[in-house]
């Protein structure tokens, strides 16, 4: 009876707890990403270090793979591994950690959490009809964002200033069309096998891209801090919360995996201001309040409207 019983507790903790327990992790430590990178950027050109970063990550997944013999992808697979690679982590993550320079980290995981809302605004010029949630989540973001960038205006006179603010948002409409891609190519492949190939040729890219403009600097020139940074993005970032992320997307239900992105602005932006001491206001705290919740409209809209289009097939 004592051996059932404890059977049951350890299959309900399997099916429930370690799902919970890595969106915990994920909420956490995406959030403290932002953190590392605004740290490594201060010290080195910030795409170099994207570039060290994903080539170590991609490399680490690459060789356990390779070690476990796992067939490579086939035809079609690389076209869709090739593209994801150049909007989510040449472009998306490229551009985010250059923007996490000229920008508090704070600041760049707010405008990194408004991905839902170039989503809805893609699939309206696509044709297809926005639900009153959706507007109403759209115009309570809007004007959260408006509130928080109420206390920046004499900001964007710095031309560096406007330079983060402006690739940052790119950044997120970039993973936006990465995301919408990969729903419309469902994954036939090993998504973790393909997270690593993807890193591993983003990097390749970006090496290229720093070499040709020259604005790499000799890896004996980058302080001991910048690795520092680059190591706890490639474990934390790149490799284990990936890991942590995917795990809890494919146990638990779509409402409650989306939780991890309302949580890690508020943790960048409360380490932020703690670690660098980068601005923490009422405009800060209270725009940042009403964009998550905006977003949170957005995505329980878009969840509805999906469960209908699975209703009605």
């Known amino acids: 009876m004592k051996a059932k019983i404890k059977n049951a507790i350890s299959t309900k903790i399997n099916i429930v707890g370690l799902p919970i327990l890595a969106l915990c992790f994920v909420s956490f430590f995406w959030g403290t990403t932002w953190i590392a990178s605004k740290e490594g950027v201060k010290h080195m050109p910030a795409l170099q270090l994207v570039a060290i970063r994903q080539f170590l990550g991609g490399f680490l997944y690459i060789s356990y793979f390779l070690f476990k013999k796992a067939p490579w992808p086939k035809g079609k697979q690389w076209k869709t591994i090739i593209i994801l690679s150049i909007l989510n982590f040449v472009l998306s993550n490229g551009l985010s950690t250059w923007g996490v320079k000229y920008i508090s980290s704070g600041l760049g995981a707010i405008i990194g959490a408004i991905v839902p809302l170039w989503i809805v605004i893609i699939t309206f010029f696509r044709g297809e009809r926005l639900s009153r949630l ?19 205006l004499s900001d964007f006179l710095i031309p560096s200033f406007r330079f983060g603010i402006i690739v940052s948002i790119i950044s997120t409409l ?15 492949f090993n998504p973790y096998f393909s997270l690593g190939i993807q ?7 970006v090496f290229a891209y720093t070499g040709a403009t020259g604005i790499s ?16 993005l490639v474990i934390f970032g790149s490799i284990l919360t990936f890991i942590a992320f995917i795990y809890a997307l494919q146990n638990l239900p779509a409402e409650i995996s989306t939780i991890y992105s309302y949580i890690n602005p508020i943790v960048a932006v409360l380490l932020g201001a703690v670690i660098f001491g980068e601005t923490l206001n009422a405009a800060i705290a209270i725009g940042g309040s009403v964009t998550l919740f905006g977003l949170y409209m957005v995505n329980y809209s878009l969840r509805k409207s999906r469960k209908k289009m699975l209703l009605t097939k």
């Open 174 to 188: 970039t993973w936006a069309f990465g995301t919408l891609y990969t729903k419309k190519k469902a994954a036939t």
């Open 134 to 152: 959706s507007v109403v989540g759209l115009v309570i973001s809007f004007s959260g964002v408006c509130v928080i960038f109420f206390d920046h």
């Open 199 to 205: 890193m591993f040729l983003s990097s390749i890219i």
């Open 217 to 232: 600097v000799p890896l004996s020139e980058i302080p001991a801090i910048s690795w520092w940074s680059i190591a706890y």
